[in-house]
């Protein structure tokens, strides 16, 4: 077997390279609808195409990753990923570059791939620290990655941004076939397609209406038609999944109390990380009085720190969870995510306040991203851990959607005309501010009520 700290890092880069995806176009969004020739609600697409396509393909991979091998189905998510972005790169119409975005977005599903691998063939003494760097590269790479892409596309025609992503995801695609070693378990059994085709569906509709809804209007019939819609499909989809004998998903592991707060935990999370991503940005670019006048390339700069800290903290997190306990980890976490956004309420007028936020960000999610699939795979069967730890990375993307969304709205309706151009008002700084210091208090509060030492039930698998 090959050296396990070599299997971490090529599985880190794996995660780094599916988080990258989601800020890969942040630089040049604004200027989609000139590139693309394209009205800004189509070139809307370009990014809420990828956070579809990763809400649905997550939770399906790892049920695939647990039945046929969970190196084999990271291969086939990193081959799609490449496929995606030649498509981008090679094309600049609008329908092209979203079937590319689309398939970039199914890479998400190698981060809880990559957790369940670390947890099959790492010495135990190293899977704590091990998973809390894996876990964080879901902040990391899109930090990181923003000032990359800031970068590339400054210098560089904005096609380039595409076929950056698809040679890292070729380098990453022959660094797992030659590192990474055939995981250990496979559950038996069919694969559930009447479960996948419902679970997608529902899905599909409730982010369409959550992320879709500021621009169609929240009562809009398309918007309660895929959004109530959405949630019918799942509520039939849980009865079907309930009765038979090999579901998608085994909904009464994913129940037992201590999943169930933890991903109920995740969403709060989740909100709190994609609200951090969505304010301080437009805060330091904004000109003034509105905002602190920065160039793309500089906020980018100063929003990358929190990504750095995440990468710092991990192998710390790791530690001190087997210390303290995953539980108490997500506490601090929330604990740090409930100071950055209080910092921010009192103090946002200086560059080094938004420094200092970002940074209390990155501790609360090195910390938070580090406990939640411990909280996991303690309270699941090794072989239920792939599709575990994928429904967990799902409710983290509604969590993200659901922050899109409604700071998005938030600082929409309330906006002052400035130069001629509407900004945000400080108020609505303020009240998204608010927002995640709210959704940091709930996970906090979820989480106190996680049990300490849950009981975990054995259930069979097979060799591989």
């Not at 092209?96 to 135990?124: F, K, M, N, Y």
């Not at 309660?224 to 079907?240: H, I, R």
């Not at 995510?337 to 938004?354: K, N, Q």
Request: glycine share 10%; charged share 10%; proline share 6%.
């Amino acid at each position: 077997m090959p050296p396990q700290g070599a299997i971490i890092a090529v599985l880190a880069m794996a995660g780094l390279s599916s988080s990258f995806m989601f800020t890969l176009v942040v630089p040049i969004q604004a200027k989609l609808p000139e590139l693309l020739n394209a009205s800004r609600e189509d070139t809307a697409w370009v990014v809420t195409a990828t956070l579809l396509a990763s809400a649905v393909i997550t939770p399906i991979a790892g049920r695939l990753g647990d039945m046929y091998g969970k190196r084999r189905i990271v291969l086939v998510l990193l081959a799609v990923l490449v496929i995606g972005s030649v498509i981008a790169a090679l094309s600049s119409d609008i329908a092209w570059v979203i079937v590319g975005r689309t398939l970039q977005g199914a890479a998400s599903g190698v981060v809880p791939l990559g957790i369940s691998i670390l947890r099959d063939v790492l010495h135990s003494s190293r899977v704590g620290s091990a998973i809390a760097l894996i876990s964080a590269t879901m902040g990391v790479g899109g930090g990181l990655g923003m000032p990359l892409s800031a970068l590339v596309t400054q210098y560089a025609d904005w096609h380039a941004v595409f076929w950056m992503a698809g040679g890292l995801g070729a380098v990453v695609f022959a660094l797992v076939l030659w590192i990474v070693p055939v995981s250990v378990l496979r559950t038996a059994g069919r694969f559930d397609y009447v479960g996948a085709f419902g679970l997608a569906l529902g899905l599909v509709g409730i982010l369409l209406a959550v992320s879709r809804g500021n621009e169609w209007g929240w009562t809009s019939p398309i918007v309660l038609a895929c959004g109530l819609g959405g949630v019918a499909v799942l509520v039939v989809w849980a009865w079907y999944e309930l009765r038979i004998s090999e579901p998608l998903l085994d909904l009464r592991v994913a129940v037992r109390r201590p999943v169930l707060l933890t991903n109920l935990a995740s969403v709060a999370m989740g909100f709190a990380l994609f609200g951090s991503n969505v304010l301080y940005p437009q805060l330091l670019e904004l000109p003034p009085p509105a905002g602190l006048g920065m160039t793309l390339l500089g906020a980018s700069l100063i929003v990358a720190p929190s990504g750095l800290v995440m990468m710092v903290l991990s192998p710390y997190a790791g530690k001190l969870a087997g210390t303290i306990g995953p539980k108490l980890l997500l506490m601090l976490g929330s604990i740090a995510l409930m100071a950055a956004y209080g910092f921010s309420l009192l103090w946002a007028t200086e560059i080094w306040h938004v420094l200092v936020s970002n940074l209390l960000v990155g501790v609360g999610i090195g910390f938070g991203f580090a406990a939640m699939p411990m909280l996991i795979m303690r309270s699941v069967p090794q072989s239920k851990t792939g599709a575990s730890n994928g429904l967990n990375a799902l409710f983290r993307a509604l969590g993200t959607s659901s922050a899109a969304a409604l700071i998005g709205a938030v600082l929409a309706a309330d906006a002052t005309i400035q130069n001629g151009v509407p900004v945000p008002t400080p108020y609505a700084f303020d009240l998204s501010f608010a927002l995640g210091a709210g959704a940091a208090t709930v996970a906090l509060v979820l989480a106190s009520f996680i049990p300490q030492h849950p009981q975990l039930e054995k259930r069979p698998s097979l060799p591989e």
